[in-house]
DNA sequence: CATGAATGAGAATTCATTCAT
DNA sequence: CATGAATGAATTCTCATTCAT
């Protein structure tokens, strides 16, 4: 039991560090100093700076991964919106919770080499394909603009929220949570959505 | 003359082994191997690692600054386009031309600390307020929706592009340049565009 | 009682580590894994490494003192050869049944400082002194050859025997024991009896 | 020139701290202190512990092996034992000029894994094949007893010469080299000649 | 007695930077 | 100017030993 609170103890203090330093930066004398623990018994929890990262990244991202659920189309157009909204909604909720894996991510996770970039990439990677599905299904249903290139749109829409959380992260002053996650979905909504539906959802939003 | 030539020298050098290998995990030693040059002569020309990188950077930011312009509403609704489009194809048509540089903004540039982070932060500063001058203007103007919130509007913008420019990075596969701009300007135009505007300029695009 | 029981294990779990990693390699871990035992128990029967070492070694030494007893020059030619035979006999036998305990002696007991390297000069001294004795003897009632230097003879002895049995630690293919303890008496008979004698004793052996 | 010398001074002070204290207890710090050298200096020059060491193992197994040649049983008897003393004298007066070496070879090579076991135990090997073949030749031409089993005697024969070089590495009391090898060589002699043979030497040695 | 988590001294290694030639 | 050998601070990692439970 003990040892488990040990573990998570060190994880959070590595986080800290990773957050204030960068990945490259921060060494485990720091994380160490932070945690007010001996040397040797870092290395009894964790192989050593790479593992310790890569714990938090799996962590973090298999909790977005859960956040994030495929957009099931058949709840018609308000429900649609109602998911994304979930989903956008879930992403920034995890961060505000989180905001030392927030910077990490957002600034540090990229160009770490190690493999790292991988899974993250992977992560996008499942994202895109989340939200290229749903353009399609929108198409398929006239909900979506035929016109738009869905390879190039997904892109813009991952980049919309993607840069929203890079603001925040880097304590640029942007709105509150509610706020945001409204305007995000306007926009991109309506970047995307048919003139018909446009006109028809225009009472409502 | 040839103090000039060798300096160059290094920059691309160095360039070409940030680009590689990232800013971390490049060392004197790469640079001055690619560069054919002793180590004392690094040395001679740049007070360290950190310079030659700062210089990079620098010579960068200013080459973007001197491709995007200030979006001059006056010329009216198409001219707008243009304009954006202008800028735009400034951007990446620079990147294509140094592809290194663009790896090494989108993976690496963040998180260093060192102060690079501030003078990037500062340069997407310029690029918001830019955008964002342009939707205000808009808005006066009744071509941009007027429910729109500028603060959020101008991140989706900024982050739709850097997103693109980060997966041409990555080596993802990503429609041809002309293609890429087109449709970021179509997405970024349904989305801000007011409907009576849309309407009109529906034949066109 | 379990306390001593205990403790032999441990000594033969150590031993077969040091046997199998050699004294440096093997670590504190290996001896606990291998024994079954956690961390501290070790301390409460050991001080550390070096004394389960020291304790393994003395036994050894010890053990083998035990086995070589001074030749007896009184019972004439060929009781001298017996109890030359039954010393040769008695070390082979303890190794026979101590394979760690020969590979430890043999490759890592010298070299390892620490009073070890004293410890194990001082029995090979005991030994080549009661080599130097018979020898001596032997000269003194003609069976020897007077011109040998008995300094260097007695080295001479002791090391074909230690050689045998070190490439019977690394493994080498070696005659079996009967025959190499034959072979090492005729060799140093041959190399050190008088000419009469070896007439005499020629038609025996 | 400079590089080479340095290298050589680098490799002299690390071989005075193996003979000192052992390949294991020998740490970089104190070969960087002998040499008066900077910390980086060692790893301009060499991988790391090992690398030196398995550089000075090489230096010293070659610089025997070219002072030990196979027998030539063609030039007779006397000519045999000439090249006898010759081989001895060669290794014995390497020995002697490299005091510190014979330290590490008897008291430390040994049980070092890493493969500096291997090189060792190849290249006794190869004394062993030369020993060997000497043995086969001298009882063809009738020059050694057909009796002896040559696989324990090649034993007896390194043995008898390993032991005497340990004892000297160990600071033993031995006595000067031309005795000790006149010994050491009727030592053996003494022990394999056909009794034939020694009669008609009888008269010389 | 037994346990095993915690400790921290010590060793190896890297690399940006300096400076004598 | 150019060179590249030398430097040493900083970092990671290991492992024998201790001690609270």
Redesign the interface.
């Known amino acids: 039991m003990r040892k488990a609170e040990r573990r998570r103890h060190l994880l959070n203090c590595a986080l800290k560090v990773f957050a204030r330093?960068?990945?490259?930066?921060a060494s485990i004398t720091d994380i160490i100093k932070t945690a007010k623990v001996a040397r040797g018994t870092f290395y009894l929890y964790f192989e050593g700076k790479r593992a310790v990262f890569e714990e938090l990244l799996d962590e973090t991202l298999s909790a977005l991964d859960t956040q994030i659920k495929r957009i099931d189309p058949s709840r018609g157009p308000s429900g649609v919106l109602a998911q994304m909204e979930a989903n956008l909604d879930g992403v920034f909720s995890y961060f505000m919770g989180n905001r030392g894996m927030l910077r990490v991510l957002?600034?540090?996770a990229?160009?770490?080499?190690n493999g790292f970039?991988q899974k993250l990439?992977e992560f996008y990677g499942r994202l895109l394909a989340i939200i290229k599905m749903a353009l399609e299904d929108g198409q398929q249903m006239d909900l979506v603009?035929s016109?738009?290139?869905v390879?190039?749109?997904s892109?813009?829409?991952?980049?919309?929220?993607?840069?929203?959380l890079?603001?925040q992260a880097?304590d640029a002053k942007?709105?509150k949570q509610q706020?945001?996650i409204e305007?995000?979905l306007?926009?991109?909504v309506?970047?995307?959505l048919s003139?018909d539906l446009?006109k028809k959802l225009g009472g409502k939003k």
């Open positions: 330093k960068g990945y490259h930066a957002m600034s540090e990229v160009g770490l080499d970039d990439n603009k016109k738009i290139n390879e190039v749109a892109l813009c829409i991952l980049g919309s929220i993607k840069e929203v890079y603001q880097m942007v709105p706020i945001v305007e995000i306007r926009y991109n309506n970047a995307l003139e446009l």
